[in-house]
C-alpha cells in the first residue's frame, strides 16, 4: 500500500476537470459519480479546494477504469 502513496496522482483542479470532460460528465453527475455534491466539483475546479486521500484514491480507480476500457477496445 505504501508504494500506491508514492504513485498517487496530485488531481490538480484542471486535470479532474479534464477527467469530468473525458467521460462526457455535467458537474452535477460526476458529483453524483464520486459522491460529493455539485458545488464541491466546483470549488475542486477552480482550485477552492484539494482533494483528499480517499478521493485521490478513487479518482486513480476511475482514471484506470476508463483506462482499462480504451485498450480493450482498441485490442477487440
Given at each position: 500500500?505504501?508504494?500506491?502513496?508514492?504513485?498517487?496522482k496530485?488531481?490538480?483542479?484542471?486535470?479532474?476537470?479534464?477527467?469530468?470532460?473525458?467521460?462526457?460528465?455535467?458537474?452535477k453527475?460526476?458529483?453524483?459519480?464520486?459522491?460529493?455534491?455539485?458545488?464541491?466539483?466546483?470549488?475542486?475546479?477552480?482550485?477552492?479546494?484539494t482533494?483528499?486521500?480517499?478521493?485521490?484514491?478513487?479518482?486513480?480507480?476511475l482514471?484506470?477504469?476508463?483506462t482499462?476500457?480504451?485498450?480493450?477496445?482498441?485490442?477487440?
Amino acid at each position: 500500500m505504501f508504494t500506491y502513496y508514492k504513485s498517487m496522482k496530485a488531481w490538480t483542479p484542471e486535470e479532474i476537470k479534464g477527467f469530468r470532460e473525458s467521460k462526457g460528465l455535467y458537474q452535477k453527475d460526476f458529483a453524483a459519480l464520486i459522491g460529493v455534491t455539485r458545488e464541491y466539483v466546483v470549488y475542486l475546479e477552480r482550485g477552492d479546494r484539494t482533494p483528499s486521500e480517499t478521493l485521490k484514491k478513487l479518482l486513480d480507480c476511475l482514471e484506470a477504469q476508463q483506462t482499462k476500457k480504451k485498450t480493450k477496445r482498441k485490442g477487440a
